[in-house]
């Protein structure tokens, strides 16, 4: 069983950087892909993978985020992060760390965290 626990959510104004943490429970946390997914308010049943990393370094960014968004991972603290850089208004959602077992980065995740609300004043 995989548990992820993100942290780092605040308010934070249009332009600021922010860092976001997850930290995972398994003595496997090297051999996981890891992604960070998005909620935006009103879109309850849309979560938009937002970027990934699996373990040997390959990466994903949505257009959205690319050039802004920064993924990496520390296989010694079993943990990902999330760096956010220039932020904009439309960035505000509940951010979720989540992992899976293949190698896939866009592949279906099966491990989410609870979530930590990202909010960015204009």
């Known amino acids: 069983q995989v ?3 993100e942290s780092g959510g605040r308010l934070v104004q249009a332009g ?4 976001l943490s997850c930290a995972a429970s398994p003595r496997t946390f090297s051999s996981l ?3 960070w997914f998005r909620q935006a308010p009103g879109k309850e049943r849309e979560r938009e993978l937002a ?14 985020v690319k050039g802004r968004f920064t993924i990496s991972r520390d296989n010694a603290k079993n943990s990902v992060y999330l760096q ?3 932020r904009k208004p439309e960035d505000t959602a509940v951010y979720y760390c989540a992992a899976r077992t293949g190698y896939d ?10 979530g930590t609300q990202v909010t960015v004043s204009s």
């Open 51 to 64: 970027v990934a990393i699996n373990w040997v370094g390959s990466t994903y960014y949505a257009d959205s």
């Open 105 to 114: 980065v866009r592949g279906t995740y099966d491990y989410w965290g609870q």
């Open 3 to 5: 548990q992820l626990v």
């Open 33 to 35: 892909t890891m992604g």
């Open 84 to 86: 956010m850089n220039s």
């Open 16 to 19: 600021d950087s922010l860092r």
